[in-house]
């Protein structure tokens, strides 16, 4: 972190329940909120960092868990969780991209492009790569044949989940299987 204009008491931090007095806190705090302020626009970084420190001073447990900042041209968070969440709940059955565009209150084309840049890959890949992951778990942990498996992680056939499969990891599904019940 770049170095600030005044110096932060961590003491805060390290003292005892009720030693500390309100009004010291209150004051802490608005410096703190107040440097984030003038940061945010020249680094989001050591501004988010800043913020994290406030919330701690008012005892936000959650702090750790923030999301980071959203990748530039990305998705909110509150957008990359709630697709996340939906296919999650969804994969098994058919998506469309106009329903995740829709959740996320973007355009279709827009929504695109945004995943991309923060997910790294296009929502169909996405989508067939959670696929495939759930098809992996039964395929080890149940004896469940590879039709049924197909139809129960959202693939027409087990046809298209052995072309799809063989795409992301170079072997069909049965070798694939095979191979990780013999070792």
């Not at 697709?83 to 929504?111: H, P």
């Amino acid at each position: 972190m770049s170095a600030l204009p005044f110096q932060i008491d961590d003491s805060l931090h390290r003292a005892p329940a009720g030693a500390v007095s309100l009004a010291s806190q209150h004051h802490q705090l608005t410096r703190l909120l107040a440097q984030a302020m003038s940061l945010a626009e020249q680094n989001e970084n050591d501004a988010m960092d800043l913020i994290r420190r406030a919330s701690a001073l008012v005892g936000n447990s959650d702090v750790e868990e923030w999301p980071e900042p959203p990748t530039r041209g990305g998705l909110a968070p509150w957008q990359a969780r709630r697709v996340r969440r939906y296919i999650e709940k969804a994969f098994s059955e058919r998506i469309n991209i106009d329903e995740l565009a829709e959740i996320t209150r973007l355009s279709t084309s827009y929504f695109s492009a945004a995943f991309r840049a923060t997910f790294g890959t296009s929502p169909h890949d996405y989508i067939s790569r959670r696929r495939i992951d759930h098809a992996k778990q039964l395929m080890l942990n149940t004896d469940t044949p590879l039709c049924e498996i197909a139809l129960d992680c959202g693939f027409a056939d087990q046809s298209h989940l052995c072309r799809v499969f063989r795409r992301f990891t170079g072997q069909t599904p049965a070798t694939w299987r095979r191979n990780r019940r013999i070792a």
